[in-house]
């Protein structure tokens, strides 16, 4: 069983519909980041938190320690959020970043 | 401001030949990280670098691999006598330190051992 794991693995939507992208981790962790990564091109950090609810823009995230669970919203998505959604936390033990597979998004018009 | 900048951005190499690729930090970062991402999968630790020093090379896999930083700014990561299975995305990214900082990524060298 994968350390991180990301659920669903893909999405479709129209646009203007509302997404939600689960992050579910087993090992302790002392921070949670969300990363974008279009086709060819890098990866950008979105998010990095360690309790509660960060927001930008359309974009929140969320985090329940207790639960090792965390999610990605989306909001008003638009065909320029398709992207691969990763999330990768930070080992309390390892201090490394373990990362999820990825949830390729795809936002049609 | 200008980002981490990875090149080459493409490489292709045929098995055995020797590569080097290479990675520009943001400046001022102290922390410099390696990852290899294969097709559909997450990115993979491979080494961490502390300025020039190399505190973790724990994620590479073979002694084939071999990366340095030696002015504490630029890294190159090598790979020996490549091998198919090295075909993978190259991330390098670098962050103000290790703990409770962001890391910024560069945009990967894809390698394609033939």
């Known amino acids: 069983k994968n350390e991180v794991e990301q659920s669903p693995q893909n999405l479709t939507a129209q646009e203007g519909e509302f997404i939600t992208i689960n992050c579910s981790y087993s090992?302790?962790?002392?921070?949670l980041h969300w990363l974008q990564q279009h086709p060819g091109g890098g990866i950008v950090s979105l998010f990095m938190?360690?309790?509660g609810k960060k927001k930008h823009g359309r974009l929140i995230a969320t985090i329940n320690i207790q639960e090792k669970h965390s999610s990605l919203h989306i909001t008003a998505s638009h065909p320029r959020d398709s992207a691969v959604y990763i999330c990768?936390?930070?080992?309390?033990?390892?201090?490394?970043?373990?990362f999820g597979t990825g949830t390729r998004l795809q936002v049609f018009p | 401001g200008a980002g981490v900048s990875q090149s080459p951005r493409y490489k292709v190499a045929k098995r055995g030949q020797d590569v080097a690729l290479r990675c520009d930090p943001i400046?001022?970062?102290?922390?410099l990280f390696w990852y290899q991402q294969a097709l559909g999968q997450g990115p993979e630790f491979l080494t961490y670098f502390q300025n020039e020093a190399q505190l973790d090379k724990s994620g590479l896999p073979s002694d084939r691999f071999f990366a340095e930083r030696p002015e504490g700014s630029v890294s190159t990561l090598k790979i020996q006598r490549t091998q198919q299975e090295d075909s993978a995305v190259y991330l390098c990214?670098?962050?103000?330190?290790?703990?409770?900082?962001?890391?910024?990524f560069g945009p990967g060298t894809r390698l394609t051992v033939t």
């Open positions: 990214a670098s962050s103000l330190g290790r703990e409770y900082y962001e890391q910024y």
């Open positions: 400046s001022g970062h102290v922390s």
């Open positions: 090992v302790g962790i002392s921070a």
């Open positions: 938190l360690s309790s």
């Open positions: 990768a936390v930070r080992s309390k033990d390892t201090d490394k970043l373990i």
